[in-house]
């Protein structure tokens, strides 16, 4: 039997990166991105701030975004930031979160918004 193992991959927060970034993989973001990111399950901590879209599966949020956020499911924390419009099929926004921008949820049958691998 094989077994799918997926690998985290993490932007540390002494780092920051320009450009966009693409993998089937899981990203945890400590620093900063500058540029689109597209991915399975993402992560952003409190101290992480990304200015660009983020499209992912499942998305949890506790920094800063100034762009649009795509996910089938998002969670926001407590210190979430969301400068930008936000599509979704299910949504989990803690208190003290703030979005700033349209928020669009999507029947899972009728809009698939990402495909899991």
């Known amino acids: 039997m094989f077994s799918l193992v997926v690998k985290t991959s993490v932007i540390d927060s002494s780092t920051y990166v320009e450009g966009d970034i693409q993998t089937d993989a899981n990203l945890k973001i400590n620093g900063k991105v500058n ?16 200015n660009g879209k983020i499209t992912a599966f499942k998305a949890y949020i506790n920094g800063q975004i100034t762009g649009d956020v795509i996910a089938n499911f998002i969670s926001l924390g407590p210190n979430a930031k969301v400068m930008g419009n936000v599509e ?8 003290g979160a703030a979005i700033d921008g349209q928020c669009k949820r999507h029947d899972e049958n009728a809009h698939k918004l990402i495909e899991k691998k």
């Open 35 to 50: 540029g689109d990111i597209k991915v399975l399950n993402l992560e952003l901590t409190k101290k992480a701030e990304v």
């Open 88 to 95: 979704y099929h299910k949504i989990n926004i803690a208190a």
